[in-house]
């Protein structure tokens, strides 16, 4: 007796087809992830060098950094890009434009605020004293600040798409 052997059956086909249609699903979704994990490794990214430039910013102009909090403008700054919109027009202290300290200081401030509202999607930035800027119960930063005196500066820097809390804490030396 002979047997005949047959080709692939319907059903047969239909589940390879099934399986490699999952498999190309699968493969664009962890494309996707990968995708949004790169642009927020950027971000983050951008998001330390500018927390590094507004601290040595600040460490340069050490006549109005030292000062206590009511009276230092770096530890004023609180920018909402989405909020508070692109920032206004600043000081200039470039060329032979002469800067005293509070003028500089409100140069570095307008630098970083434009920095900000251009790389950042919703970004915002708070300059603070923060003796505990680590939430441990949520597992993240937090955006208040304790203000205590002789609490080191926090540069805390967000953006949307990164939750609510911020997505870098720089401290910066008192």
Request: hydrophobic fraction near 45%.
């Amino acid at each position: 007796m002979r047997r005949s052997q047959g080709g692939f059956t319907l059903i047969e086909v239909l589940v390879a087809l099934f399986v490699l249609a999952v498999g190309i699903v699968g493969a664009g979704a962890a494309q996707l992830a990968a995708q949004r994990t790169r642009q927020q490794a950027a971000l983050t990214s951008e998001a330390a060098q500018l927390a590094a430039s507004l601290a040595a910013r600040m460490q340069a102009n050490g006549a109005l950094s030292t000062l206590p909090t009511g009276a230092n403008p770096y530890l004023d700054l609180a920018y909402d890009a989405q909020l508070d919109g692109p920032p206004a027009g600043g000081a200039s202290c470039f060329g032979a434009a002469s800067c005293d300290p509070l003028r500089l200081a409100a140069f570095d401030l307008h630098e970083t605020r434009l920095a900000l509202h251009g790389r950042f999607p919703g970004g915002r930035i708070a300059v603070c004293r923060d003796a505990a800027p680590w939430d441990a119960a949520r597992s993240r930063y937090r955006w208040a600040c304790s203000d205590n005196a002789g609490a080191p500066v926090a540069i805390k820097i967000g953006w949307h798409g990164a939750g609510d809390g911020p997505a870098h804490v720089t401290l910066v030396a008192r």
